[in-house]
């Protein structure tokens, strides 16, 4: 198990920034895949930014979906284990339920993206307004 705790979500105007942070605990891997995914009314789960942590627990290759490119940051501290996502100039096509997961299995750095991640926090809520 890989208990996840996100925090961090809230309503922002437009234009604004918000950062969220995930706490994990407890995982043994030797190197995992920890993204942010989010999920709006209506539309599929999509993945917003992943990133790859090695066995050092040092983040390594990160990856971000093209509509939040060069607004947002996935980043980890390995001292705390904690992933952030921080997410600038956010729109209101930002609004929904933002989850944070991990998976241990068949990791490789690469394929952060296109895992199937079997541990995922509660998750929670961004609302951007116009």
């Known amino acids: 198990q890989v208990p996840l705790v996100e925090s961090g979500g809230g309503s922002v105007q437009a234009g604004g920034s918000l950062r969220l942070s995930c706490a994990a605990s407890?995982?043994?891997?030797?190197?995992?895949?920890m993204g942010w995914f989010r999920q709006a009314p209506g539309k599929e789960r999509e993945a917003v930014a992943t990133i790859y942590i090695n066995d050092d627990h040092n983040g390594g290759y990160t990856y971000l979906t093209d509509s939040v490119e060069g607004r947002f940051t996935i980043s980890q501290d390995a001292a705390t284990n904690t992933l952030y996502l921080q997410m600038n100039s956010l729109t209101p096509e930002d609004s929904a339920m933002y989850y944070c997961?991990?998976?241990?299995?068949?990791?490789?750095?690469?394929?952060?993206?296109?895992?199937?991640?079997?541990?995922w926090g509660q998750g929670t809520q961004v609302t951007v307004s116009s």
């Open positions: 407890g995982y043994t891997y030797s190197s995992i895949c």
């Open positions: 997961a991990a998976t241990g299995r068949g990791v490789i750095w690469y394929e952060c993206p296109r895992l199937t991640y079997n541990y």
